[in-house]
Structures are given as structure tokens and as C-alpha cells.
């Protein structure tokens, strides 16, 4: 992306749809160390969250207003709330990575993470059946090959959490979604039992806290990787938030008519409703500019997740 901006001591290394990764300059510069490859050269990432908005693996106009700080705020958060689950922060403030400042225009969205060696798995975690895992259940019984009771409806919740990993395609290739025996296969028996146990448990424990704010938390997805000096299985990248999660309102689950009022989430939903409505989706065509009122209306999902959430009392 040609909007990630420039940061004193930190040199831009990569952007993807919503985010911009910087490495400290030093690690550029030290003949000793360098690799080749920035992020593996490098003990630390900042990774910086953008208000660009994606759907339809298109990055779409405008941005919406205080996302990227929006998001950084609530994975934060939720990295308070599991503190026996090793993760990827670091901080300035060990002497060992010598990390530049971050910049004040960007403190409220970036993140000082450790490089790790991520697994090429998408860990998701559902624990109620829709989206792609309700088309898949009535085109099969069964997501991710896990047969299913007969009678299901969009929006029930499931006997129990199922983990449904995907494998993380190369960049510019789509993400598939495979079998954990597959998974097996990829990263071995011991890392995959590993990911399917920590991603249910901190899905269980993330339910319990969203429930107790009126909340439901649906389903999820994680990365994870293995920390570069002692190989602990390391919780990364963004942590239940709207981006990566989807939430509903319980109240609404329990007494809306329709399931679009039952299951309306707190998220980007609003924007991939209103381009299926008004965009054909053709690759050669530029998607259409998002009306203001669904810029406004997609940032007051964001915001009212994080204030739920967050809120003490």
C-alpha cells in the first residue's frame, strides 16, 4: 500500500490489506545479522493497524475513521485478559532489542511484537454454526469434515467448540481450508495438537468473558508461532476483535424475528451487505465508494464492541 508512512528509525517492510510492518533501520544496516529478509533479520516488528477497510479481498474508499486504534485497543486488552498465554509483545523497554521510539501519530495503532516462526496455519475456532461453516453444514453435515447432528439451523450453537484450521496460502493465492489430519501433516502431531488445545481454550475463556457483557462470541480465528530461542507455541497477530471475530448481541440472539436481526455482528458486516448489494464483484472492476453513512455506521460496530468489552463495572 502506498499510504503506510514514514516512521524515524524504522524502515517499511511490508503492507498487507489493513496493516504496515516496519523493522528498526538498524537491523537493515548490520552487515553482521542480515539475511536477507527484513523480518527474519530482525528480533522485533512494528506492526502498525491502518483504518483501510477490506472485503471481497479488496481494499475499498475510504478508510474507516479510528479503526486501526479501535483494533489495537481491543487486542490489547485481550492480551491482559490471558496472561498465562505466552504472545508475541515485546517491549521498548528491554534493553536486549534496542528498539527506536515509536512515533506519537502512530502509538495509539502500533504494536512492538517479537518475530516469531509463524505456523502457516489460520486456527478458527467456532463455536455456533453460519457463515461459510452453515453452507458447508448444508451442502455436507459437516465443517471442516466434522460430521454434524442432523436438524442444525443458521445461527444454533454446536454441541461443543470445533476447531476448523486453514491453510495460509502464499501471497496472492486464497486460504484453504483443510482437515486438522491435514494440519498434522503441515506442522506435525505435536504442534497441531497444540494449536487445536490453545485455540479451543482461549476460545472458552473468551465466550465466558463476552457472555458476561452481553455478548456472544461466535466464532474466531488465531495465528500462532513458535518463539525463535525456545520454540514455545506463541499467541500473535490481532486477538478477538472485530476483524477476526464475529460477535452478536445476546439480547438480540434471544428475541429477534429474523436471523439478520438476531445475528447482526459487530463488524464489517454492514460494509459486505451493502457492496453485495451494489457491486457485481468483477475482477476488472474498481469495487464502488463506501457511502458515508456505512463509514459511520460500520465505526459506531466497531466502537460499541470495544466499550462493551472494555468497560469496567
Known sequence: ??????????????????????????????????????????????????????????????AIPGKGAMLTSL???????????????????????????IPDEVADRATLC????????????????????????????????????????????????????????????HDENISYERTAEIVGDTVAAQLRELSIEIFERASAVAEARGLILADT??????????????????VLTSDSSRYWDAAAYESGA????????????IVRDWLAANWDQAAFEAPPTLPREIVEQTAGRYRELLERLTARG
Open 221 to 238: 480465528k488465531f495465528e500462532f508461532g513458535a518463539d525463535r530461542d525456545t520454540g514455545i507455541v506463541t499467541l500473535a497477530d490481532e
Open 1 to 62: 500500500m502506498d499510504d503506510a508512512v514514514e516512521l524515524p528509525g524504522w524502515t517499511h517492510v511490508y503492507s498487507g490489506k489493513v496493516r504496515d510492518l516496519y523493522v528498526p533501520t538498524a537491523a537493515m544496516d548490520d552487515d553482521d545479522s542480515w539475511t536477507g529478509d527484513p523480518l527474519r533479520t530482525s528480533r522485533v516488528v512494528l506492526v502498525v493497524a491502518s483504518d483501510r477497510v477490506s472485503a471481497y479481498d479488496r481494499v475499498l474508499e475510504p
Open 114 to 173: 517479537r518475530t516469531l516462526e509463524m505456523f502457516p496455519i489460520e486456527c478458527v475456532v467456532r463455536g455456533f454454526i453460519t457463515g461459510g461453516g452453515w453452507k458447508e453444514y448444508q451442502a455436507t453435515g459437516a465443517i471442516g469434515g466434522i460430521p454434524l447432528p442432523e436438524g442444525l439451523s443458521n445461527g444454533d450453537r454446536l454441541p461443543e467448540p470445533l476447531f476448523t484450521p486453514a491453510w495460509k496460502a502464499p501471497m496472492g493465492s
Open 258 to 269: 429474523t436471523p439478520e436481526q438476531r445475528m447482526a455482528s459487530f463488524d464489517k458486516q
Open 75 to 101: 487486542t490489547r486488552w485481550w492480551f491482559d485478559q490471558l496472561p498465562d498465554v505466552p504472545n508475541h509483545l515485546a517491549y521498548a523497554e528491554d534493553d536486549r532489542l534496542q528498539v527506536p521510539a
